[in-house]
């Protein structure tokens, strides 16, 4: 017997028809001993939902003066699925409770709409288990010193899934979702992108911060934190597919490199069209521009992402980074308004229609020639090359964003990740 959480997804999650679904598979569990904590998000598109209507009553940009009030307002979706599947469990003959993130109470800081999570205190919910209990506990949402709703950014309900995990040592937290596992890069893009068995905890996170949607980031680096073991699945197989069967499905997140890992060199490709370009022309070669620039910037809680600065000719350089697509705007204006005048730069421009493409893989530590391999691969597809950013285990790069699918195609090719490994 061993405590097991199961988190399910808004698709998951999106019909009374599919919540009896996910209460027959979560029942499958617990018959089978095992003491289940389940965390559910919001039906699909009620998030969505939820804040349009919010939008439609405030269409002013930015949503800071009344944030606490969207949390109260996005954490109703998450009541709204848990009490629905407690029900279902019910109907299903198993006693079963759920608990809005106040109730447990998951303890987060005040960061309205980004809060993170600080503690769970798991004496009720262990109680719960205790006396045979399935316990339903809410995604997305938590509670701040001054008794305040709060919630964890979109796609949050990973991030409390893995945390309850983590503060109930939970043998295994397993994701439920609308694709079977991990890819070796979006099917959508490339048909031939596989299924990884394994991936290791690190190339995951930089999968997920790269642009690989299926977790929420900050859920793997929790993971990480935390040593939770992650494993992410389909929640739509037959509910009543074999336990061993499904316990061995999907993907799992592993800390050990271990002798059965895939050997690939590269396990993924990452892409994301979310960031813009901007560059700050003919700046002034001296010590301390970088820091006005994107000093400026991060003092406005913008997020660089690449950066490049050019060597300087006649003691003039050019200076160019990346910022998240929604932030373009913001950033513009505060360069323009500030930094423009005070550096003596010439010009800011910038170019939105761009996309960052990144290949990862932990055996590009011990491998030469892995990044030279991919400027190969799109050099000879024609496709130019505007900046560059490496890690130890990832080589990311900026082009144009009509070139994204080709770009993702032709590596996904030359780096055989539509072949299984030997
Ligand atoms: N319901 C929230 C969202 O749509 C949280 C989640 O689904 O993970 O972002
Ligand atoms: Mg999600």
């Known amino acids: 017997m061993a405590l097991i959480v199961h988190k399910y997804g808004g698709t998951s999650m999106g019909s009374t028809e599919r919540i009896r679904n996910v209460a027959k598979r979560v029942a499958k569990w617990a018959r089978a001993g095992h003491q289940m904590v389940v965390v559910p998000s919001a039906m699909s598109g009620e998030t969505n939902r939820l804040l349009g209507l919010a939008k439609e009553l405030s269409p002013s940009k930015s949503t800071d003066a009344y944030s606490r009030e969207l949390d109260m307002l996005a954490a109703t979706g998450e009541q709204v699925s848990s009490a629905l599947l407690a ?5 299903e003959g198993m006693n079963s409770v759920s608990y809005a993130g106040w109730q447990v109470p998951i303890r987060t800081n005040s960061a309205h709409t980004k809060a993170r999570i600080e503690s769970i205190d798991d004496t009720r919910v262990r109680a719960d288990l205790d006396a045979g209990k399935v316990v339903i506990v809410t995604g997305f949402q938590g509670l701040d010193e001054l008794g305040n709703i709060t919630t964890l950014g979109r796609g949050g309900s990973d991030t409390s899934a893995v945390a309850v995990a983590a503060a109930m040592k939970a043998k295994e937290c397993l994701i439920f979702t609308d694709v079977d596992g991990v890819y070796t890069t979006d099917p959508r893009v490339v048909p031939e992108a596989r299924r990884l068995q394994k991936v290791s905890f690190e190339e995951m996170l930089e999968m997920a911060s790269m642009g690989s949607k299926v977790l929420q980031i900050r859920a793997v680096e929790f993971a990480g934190k935390y040593k939770v073991k992650l494993r992410v699945l389909s929640s739509f197989t037959p509910w009543d597919i074999d336990i061993n069967t499904e316990a061995d499905s999907g993907t799992l997140i592993t800390f050990e490199e271990d002798e059965h890992m895939e050997q690939a060199i590269v396990s993924g490709i990452a892409f994301t069209r979310d960031e813009a370009k901007i560059s700050v022309l003919g700046v002034p070669d001296k010590p301390g521009i970088a820091y006005q620039i994107l000093g400026a910037v991060a003092e406005a809680n913008i997020e660089v992402d690449v950066i490049i600065q050019n060597i300087s000719k006649e003691g003039k350089t050019d200076f160019s980074f990346t910022v998240n697509r929604g932030d373009y705007a913001k950033a513009m204006e505060l360069l323009k308004e500030k930094v423009l005048s005070t550096l003596g730069a010439q010009e800011v421009i910038g170019d939105t229609k761009i996309c960052k493409v990144t290949i990862v893989g932990i055996g590009m530590r011990s ?56």
């Open 367 to 422: 491998h030469v020639g892995v990044a030279s391999k991919m400027f190969r691969v799109l050099s000879e597809e024609g496709i130019n090359i505007q900046m560059i950013s490496t890690s130890e285990i990832k080589t990311s790069v900026v082009i144009d964003e009509k070139y994204m699918e080709l770009a993702v195609r032709s590596l996904h090719k030359a780096f055989d990740l539509d072949q299984s490994p030997a």
């Open 87 to 91: 029900i279902a469990l019910q109907a």
